[in-house]
């Protein structure tokens, strides 16, 4: 008998914010696997902290600080290998996701790896999208309205266009690309209807409209543009 | 001392989805306020049950099932009306939703309603598009790529130029909108990459592929597309 995978989606941040199917999974796997930048705390890891049993075998995934794609595929070689060995040996193993394991999540590399060779169970979490809506009390959609989901690297002329084309546009990984995004919003007039989220639903959490937003945006932040046409009556 | 607002999302309908803050707030409020289509059950109440306490005040928010929005505006005014005298008494309210408040949600009607005389906390959940995507086990966004969330209900030109315009495509309310979708997906030859979900993360849950989808679709489907250029790896 194999053990099973679980992708395991932890949501945005708060460890309240972790669904009550993953604390059960977490207190049930033999082993628990995480992404960790080089030199950095393991984000995912810190969300879970708390529902992780002590005695648990735990397998970072060190991700080196590079653009470069090899060496992240190597790490994800080879913390695919040691999760099949203990899958192999019949124990249940779930690899740590900030947000939802399959909206940007890196859990995808270790799926591509693993999938067809074990049964994978994937358990969806709150993303990032709808904490930051949450704490700026913005509505995103309703009735009719489509949702954008763009990330802050594209190039500007592509920006713009999403951004015009639909109802509500959620930029994430604004970081260092807040510049720029910020002035396509102020060519296309919805500079001020845009809100920055940094760190939802941490105790780091700001809130502000973009033009107060600060020089240097952290990875996690987003910009949200609702445009509003609509009353919510 | 007025009472609190909460805007409480369920997830998609395993009450195992329920984040450990919801279930916490779900204990501590007086009242629940649920929205429930006449003549039907609520479904937001029934993903919650297993966690209300039994005595508490219920209200019910009765929609009528008419396409005018007027007899809907009447009788969240009327809700928000009995939330609004709860509140007044000093005591907390959760208004519960499935998925996500902020996400196609009712929420944003008495959000709209009481947002500016009451504290009011927005508790994100996870949302049905992030659920399809895990019952389907099929990754959505990696990268640098983007995602476009589109309701069925759009003209079948804006569909596709809506789907052709982005890298992952999430169709919701698709409903009595099936055969129309799947013309335009046939025709920009993305059919066979579709996938089909009903009642993800319930007990009914079906994942198809498009063509073997059933001819009537109930409202809670969803048609996904990831055009996986990327290959994950």
Chains 1, 2 share one sequence.
Not at 10 to 17: H, N, R, S, Y
Not at 20 to 38: D, G, Q, T, Y
Not at 75 to 97: F, N, T
Not at 138 to 164: F, K, Q, Y
Request: proline letters at 7%; aromatic letters at 8%.
């Amino acid at each position: 008998m194999l053990g099973k995978l679980f992708g395991l989606g932890l949501g945005p941040g708060d460890p309240e914010l972790v669904t009550v199917k993953a604390v059960r999974i977490l207190k049930s796997v033999s082993a628990v696997a995480f992404p960790i930048l080089e030199g950095k705390e393991s984000f995912a890891r810190s969300i879970a902290d708390q529902y992780i049993p002590k005695e648990i075998n735990q397998i970072p995934i060190v991700i080196p600080m590079t653009q470069d794609r090899l060496p992240a595929q190597k790490a994800y070689d080879k913390a695919a290998q040691e999760i099949s060995e203990i899958l192999d040996r019949g124990q249940d193993v779930a690899c740590l996701c900030e947000g939802d394991p399959f909206f940007y999540g890196s859990f995808m590399y270790i799926f591509a790896r693993l999938s067809k060779m074990y049964e994978v169970e994937i358990i969806p979490g709150v993303t990032s999208v709808t904490a930051c809506a949450a704490a700026a009390k913005m509505p995103l959609l309703a009735r009719n309205e489509h949702l954008t989901v763009i990330p802050g690297t594209l190039e500007p002329e592509d920006l713009r266009s999403r951004i015009l084309n639909a109802d509500a546009v959620v930029i994430m990984k604004v970081g260092r690309h807040l510049d720029k995004i910020k002035k396509v919003l102020e060519e296309v007039e919805l500079s001020s209807e845009a809100v920055y989220v940094e760190y939802a639903s941490l105790p780091a959490q700001k809130v502000l409209k973009l033009k107060n937003a600060p020089k240097t945006a952290p990875y996690f932040s987003m910009i949200l543009v609702a445009k509003g046409a609509d009353p919510w009556l």
